[in-house]
């Protein structure tokens, strides 16, 4: 009996190469399963077991699992030379210059962590804080000598009739 040639079920186009990968994944099977044979009975495999083995890999159920496990094969051979292109590719950004800045401030932003770098921004925000109110009392305190001073003047020069209020003391109790 003839069987369809395994080579041309599963190696369509010579160019494609995951229907190659689906062949050599055929001839695996094929020399594991005569080794098998050889194994079990102390002698090659008779002509009645090859055709046997060739009738049962040429059904589409063969054929199938061989594509799936070319596929597969495929993707794992992908996913591998992936990851090294991608770990190649990231120990070249690292040694770049990007990467050494980027360690740099990863370096300083290490330093300012723990107790010391804690105590370091909360006392330089405290002192902002500081300064700010200071400044914002120098203002209104300011504002408020100035205006006095301006009434005093205007009522020197005769430009009001009206007697400035006495200066607000602040520290007088009420």
Do not use: W
């Not at 098998?36 to 002698?43: C, Y």
């Not at 992908?78 to 690292?94: R, V, Y």
């Not at 504002?143 to 205007?154: F, K």
């Amino acid at each position: 009996m003839t069987h369809p040639n395994v080579f041309a079920l599963l190696v369509p186009h010579p160019d494609d190469t995951l229907a190659a990968l689906a062949y050599a994944s055929y001839k695996q099977h094929e020399i594991e399963t005569y080794a098998a044979i050889e194994a079990q009975t102390g002698h090659p495999p008779t002509p009645e077991d090859i055709e046997n083995f060739e009738r049962a890999a040429t059904t589409p159920v063969c054929v199938a699992m061989h594509q799936r496990q070319a596929d597969s094969f495929m993707k794992a051979f992908l996913d591998a030379t992936l990851d090294a292109k991608g770990a190649k590719i990231e120990a070249e950004f690292t040694d770049a210059a990007i990467g050494r800045q980027l360690a740099a401030i990863q370096a300083q932003l290490g330093a300012r962590r723990g107790p010391l770098g804690l105590f370091r921004d909360v006392g330089a925000n405290l002192s902002v804080n500081v300064l700010t109110i200071l400044l914002i009392a120098a203002l209104v305190f300011g504002y408020r000598l100035l205006d006095e001073g301006l009434d005093r003047l205007s009522f020197r020069t005769g430009v009001t009739q009206q007697t400035p209020p006495p200066p607000v003391d602040d520290a007088a109790p009420n």
